[in-house]
């Protein structure tokens, strides 16, 4: 397995950051992570490396429920942005909510991979680093 990719997660629970690190570094795929606490600043580091595939992740872990700018408006903005990358970037959005119009919305967005709900487990990390 390829433990060489650039992880992101968009979330604005530190206490998830911090386990989700844990849980990557437990499986060795620590190589590159990335933490923001809200849309709007993943989406800048996005676009402030458009052109640099060594900083851009390969995976991304959205969550919905954030200030400033939601998962839901962060799939909006990167929609227009995505056809200027020169890489292709998995989205898998992780969110607590177990609403019905959450998952069938995320579910409605191609670029949205899969919906996990909350908390996400190392085995879980591992089956989709392993599909990448």
């Known amino acids: 397995m390829n433990s060489n990719y ?48 060594e900083e851009l992740p390969d995976i991304i872990f959205l969550d919905i429920n954030m200030p400033i700018m939601d ?14 990358l020169n890489k292709k970037i998995t989205i898998y959005m992780v969110s607590s909510s177990v609403d019905p119009v959450d998952i069938e919305r995320a579910k409605n967005i191609s670029d949205i991979s899969d919906y996990i709900i909350k908390p996400i487990k190392a085995g879980q990390l591992q089956e989709i680093m392993n599909n990448l």
């Not at 206490?15 to 709007?40: A, R």
């Not at 998962?71 to 200027?84: L, S």
Request: with cysteine.
């Open 71 to 84: 998962g839901f408006q962060f799939m909006e903005e990167y929609v227009k942005i995505k056809p200027k």
């Open 6 to 53: 650039n992880i992101c997660v968009i979330d604005d629970d530190d206490i998830y950051q911090f386990t989700i690190v844990k849980i990557l570094k437990s499986i060795n795929l620590d190589k590159k992570i990335s933490l923001f606490s809200d849309g709007e600043e993943a989406l800048e580091f996005l676009i402030d490396n458009l052109y640099n595939n």
